[in-house]
């Protein structure tokens, strides 16, 4: 179906999933040039409706809701980002480690995988953010880069086992590089589409789950993002008072991103692996379906 | 039968993994453990209580490893302590109280979607390229990418609050009794209807798109083609030779879609105020009642072993070749 190189350029999924990503991004970088107000401050009557002065109303204590999302995208996207990166360097090196050295290793590493993916998820994020108390974002992707990274274990030991069969691994270790070398220099590179994929599902999967935390009310409420949005919207009973931009409002950004991260993680499988490019589309969606394994 | 014992035995290790979580939490954070774990008790709780409280917890003079047996000692008897908000009832009782309208809205909805889902996804892998599948993978996208709680909010703003359709809180009208009439059972499934319809929709994408996933790789082998030389009829080819072989694959993973739903449905639970265990751990964070918080961590765990082993089962059922291994 696909068969040019340069598949990311022309495939229609990746075009429109990367051109809302970079939007999103370029609002959240321009934020202070987009808006004359403070996201904390106080800059109108409460549960305004939109109008010129305040685009998308303001919040019940008469903040510019407007300024909370463009400013709330920057917090959002650092931490779907950074918590992505952790989940997938701690998945991939234990999956190439697991699969590549096998025996007791692998023994070890696949107990603990399982034992990982068989306590939901959501649960333990609970409690250990109840422990710790007013989570700031940070502490938010740290403990979401320890406690997720087992399906991307899981992923990456299946398909390492098959590439240590191939011939440039075995003549690597016939030449006697050390395994490090042949972990990150031989196999490592051929991992890349299911590595690639892993990072963004991880990053959909942190944007929603930091939402979620905050949301419950784990978070940091001083910190300006979309789920500390959600949560002072509703607990200004928002809906009921009939104030829909206040929770709405991030409600669709967050929609919005999670459409665009999917639609690029479906992409970059569909590109990434020849198999599909020959072939048929269904390895398309097990991307999707790692996103969806993930979602709260 | 090796292999379900094995897999009991893997369950109960997992278990212990999620006590032993709840048992170094307190203890590793800066500060006096029991000063963590209980200060939002304050003054209301009788000394002897609070002394039990400390006691179920393991908080006892001693080494470390005699406190952590103290402590799975009163999780395996049952004991999970006491709630400080709900006091002076006793933890299990509440999430226990909780646990059912979960269990009730989380079964329904995942079967639901699960049928549904598989359904189409068998349909839509038939059909492939058609208008039909192209619908099905795309609606797939949208549903699964957007959280739950975007999903609920979206639901309970416009059946809820705009068109007034469909009450926005709890499991039945709380002005009639709970019994055994056609009267609370039907405000049961009024009040039920839209919590479960947001699950449903949150699920069933994953599900239709695993299932299409699975026909399509099954679609290319030799028995198919065979079927279909024999000529057997489309839908007969459809359902027994293919949908029935994906179907496997399709049962393990629903084993890990059970954490998805339990988390979805907490976060439900609380946008449509609905008692069940995500809106008692709701207040419960709300209040620090730390008990109830580390309680629901158990209870959930126990709740997410019990279907996974339930899959095992039925995947035993489904798989000859298992039986004898």
Same mark, same amino acid.
């Given at each position: 179906?696909?068969?040019?190189?340069?598949?990311?350029?022309?495939?229609?999924?990746?075009?429109?999933?990367?051109?809302?990503?970079?939007?999103?991004?370029?609002?959240?970088?321009?934020?202070?040039?987009?808006?004359?107000?403070?996201?904390?401050?106080?800059?109108?009557?409460?549960?305004?409706?939109?109008?010129?002065?305040?685009?998308?109303?303001?919040?019940?204590?008469?903040?510019?809701?407007?300024?909370?999302?463009?400013?709330?995208?920057?917090?959002?996207?650092?931490?779907?980002?950074?918590?992505?990166?952790?989940?997938?360097?701690?998945?991939?090196?234990?999956?190439?480690?697991?699969?590549?050295?096998?025996?007791?290793?692998?023994?070890?590493?696949?107990?603990?995988?399982?034992?990982?993916?068989?306590?939901?998820?959501?649960?333990?994020?609970?409690?250990?953010?109840?422990?710790? $108390?007013?989570?700031?974002?940070?502490?938010?992707?740290?403990?979401?880069? $320890?406690?997720?990274?087992?399906?991307?274990?899981?992923?990456?030991?299946?398909?390492?086992?098959?590439?240590?069969?191939?011939?440039?691994?075995?003549?690597?270790?016939?030449?006697?590089?050390?395994?490090?070398?042949?972990?990150?220099?031989?196999?490592?590179?051929?991992?890349?589409?299911?590595?690639?994929?892993?990072?963004?599902?991880?990053?959909?999967?942190?944007?929603?789950?930091?939402?979620?935390?905050?949301?419950?009310?784990?978070?940091?409420?001083?910190?300006?993002?979309?789920?500390?949005?959600?949560?002072?919207?509703?607990?200004?009973?928002?809906?009921?008072?009939?104030?829909?931009?206040?929770?709405?409002?991030?409600?669709?950004?967050?929609?919005?991103?999670?459409?665009?991260?999917?639609?690029?993680?479906?992409?970059?499988?569909?590109?990434?692996?020849?198999?599909?490019?020959?072939?048929?589309?269904?390895?398309?969606?097990?991307?999707?379906?790692?996103?969806?394994?993930?979602?709260? | 039968?090796?292999?379900?014992?094995?897999?009991?035995?893997?369950?109960?290790?997992?278990?212990?993994?999620?006590?032993?979580?709840?048992?170094?939490?307190?203890?590793?954070?800066?500060?006096?453990?029991?000063?963590?774990?209980?200060?939002?008790?304050?003054?209301?709780?009788?000394?002897?209580?609070?002394?039990?409280?400390?006691?179920?917890?393991?908080?006892?003079?001693?080494?470390?490893?005699?406190?952590?047996?103290?402590?799975?000692?009163?999780?395996?008897?049952?004991?999970?302590?006491?709630?400080?908000?709900?006091?002076?009832?006793?933890?299990?009782?509440?999430?226990?109280?909780?646990?059912?309208?979960?269990?009730?809205?989380?079964?329904?909805?995942?079967?639901?979607?699960?049928?549904?889902?598989?359904?189409?996804?068998?349909?839509?892998?038939?059909?492939?390229?058609?208008?039909?599948?192209?619908?099905?993978?795309?609606?797939?996208?949208?549903?699964?990418?957007?959280?739950?709680?975007?999903?609920?909010?979206?639901?309970?703003?416009?059946?809820?609050?705009?068109?007034?359709?469909?009450?926005?809180?709890?499991?039945?009208?709380?002005?009639?009794?709970?019994?055994?009439?056609?009267?609370?059972?039907?405000?049961?499934?009024?009040?039920?209807?839209?919590?479960?319809?947001?699950?449903?929709?949150?699920?069933?994408?994953?599900?239709?798109?695993?299932?299409?996933?699975?026909?399509?790789?099954?679609?290319?082998?030799?028995?198919?083609?065979?079927?279909?030389?024999?000529?057997?009829?489309?839908?007969?080819?459809?359902?027994?030779?293919?949908?029935?072989?994906?179907?496997?694959?399709?049962?393990?993973?629903?084993?890990?879609?059970?954490?998805?739903?339990?988390?979805?449905?907490?976060?439900?639970?609380?946008?449509?105020?609905?008692?069940?265990?995500?809106?008692?751990?709701?207040?419960?964070?709300?209040?620090?009642?730390?008990?109830?918080?580390?309680?629901?961590?158990?209870?959930?765990?126990?709740?997410?072993?019990?279907?996974?082993?339930?899959?095992?089962?039925?995947?035993?059922?489904?798989?000859?070749?298992?039986?004898?291994?």
């Amino acid at each position: 179906m696909k068969t040019n190189p340069f598949g990311l350029i022309r495939n229609r999924k990746a075009l429109v999933g990367v051109g809302i990503i970079a939007f999103i991004l370029l609002v959240a970088i321009a934020a202070p040039l987009l808006t004359p107000y403070d996201p904390g401050a106080r800059v109108g009557r409460p549960h305004q409706a939109p109008s010129l002065a305040h685009w998308l109303g303001t919040t019940r204590i008469g903040q510019d809701v407007f300024t909370r999302l463009i400013y709330g995208a920057r917090t959002s996207l650092a931490v779907g980002f950074g918590a992505g990166l952790l989940i997938t360097i701690v998945g991939t090196a234990l999956g190439i480690l697991a699969g590549y050295r096998g025996g007791k290793v692998d023994e070890v590493i696949s107990f603990f995988t399982n034992m990982v993916l068989v306590v939901p998820n959501l649960p333990l994020l609970l409690v250990l953010a109840a422990f710790i $108390g007013q989570a700031s974002p940070w502490v938010i992707a740290l403990i979401l880069g $320890g406690t997720s990274w087992a399906w991307g274990a899981r992923v990456t030991r299946a398909e390492t086992l098959s590439v240590k069969q191939k011939d440039y691994v075995k003549s690597a270790e016939m030449m006697g590089e050390p395994r490090w070398r042949i972990m990150t220099f031989e196999i490592f590179p051929n991992l890349i589409s299911i590595v690639g994929i892993n990072f963004i599902g991880s990053v959909i999967f942190a944007i929603i789950t930091q939402a979620t935390l905050e949301f419950l009310g784990l978070g940091d409420p001083k910190v300006v993002s979309w789920g500390t949005m959600l949560y002072a919207a509703q607990k200004a009973s928002a809906l009921s008072v009939g104030a829909w931009w206040d929770i709405l409002t991030p409600c669709f950004a967050l929609a919005f991103l999670g459409i665009g991260l999917s639609l690029l993680n479906f992409a970059v499988d569909e590109i990434a692996n020849p198999r599909l490019r020959t072939g048929n589309r269904l390895g398309g969606w097990s991307a999707l379906i790692r996103s969806g394994e993930g979602r709260l | 039968m090796a292999f379900l014992l094995r897999r009991l035995c893997f369950y109960l290790a997992a278990f212990v993994a999620a006590a032993t979580i709840n048992f170094f939490l307190p203890r590793l954070m800066p500060g006096d453990p029991v000063q963590i774990m209980f200060s939002s008790a304050g003054a209301e709780l009788p000394p002897e209580s609070l002394q039990a409280l400390k006691l179920t917890f393991g908080f006892v003079d001693g080494p470390l490893w005699q406190q952590y047996l103290t402590y799975l000692g009163s999780i395996f008897s049952g004991d999970l302590g006491r709630s400080i908000k709900y006091f002076p009832l006793p933890v299990s009782t509440v999430l226990g109280n909780a646990l059912v309208w979960t269990v009730g809205l989380m079964g329904t909805a995942t079967i639901i979607s699960f049928t549904l889902g598989t359904f189409l996804g068998i349909l839509a892998a038939w059909r492939r390229g058609s208008l039909f599948d192209v619908i099905v993978s795309v609606g797939a996208i949208f549903a699964t990418s957007v959280p739950a709680v975007v999903t609920s909010l979206i639901v309970v703003f416009f059946f809820g609050f705009t068109l007034n359709w469909f009450p926005t809180g709890y499991a039945a009208d709380p002005a009639l009794d709970p019994a055994f009439t056609l009267q609370y059972i039907g405000s049961v499934l009024y009040h039920g209807l839209l919590p479960m319809l947001t699950l449903c929709t949150v699920l069933t994408g994953g599900f239709a798109v695993t299932m299409r996933n699975n026909m399509i790789n099954l679609l290319g082998e030799d028995y198919i083609v065979m079927a279909r030389a024999k000529g057997l009829s489309d839908g007969h080819v459809m359902l027994w030779y293919a949908a029935r072989n994906a179907l496997l694959p399709t049962v393990s993973s629903l084993a890990i879609a059970i954490g998805t739903v339990l988390g979805g449905s907490l976060v439900t639970e609380v946008v449509f105020n609905y008692p069940g265990l995500g809106n008692i751990l709701y207040q419960a964070i709300l209040a620090r009642d730390y008990p109830v918080i580390q309680g629901q961590l158990l209870i959930m765990t126990a709740t997410m072993l019990v279907a996974n082993f339930i899959v095992d089962v039925s995947y035993v059922l489904l798989d000859p070749r298992l039986k004898k291994a």
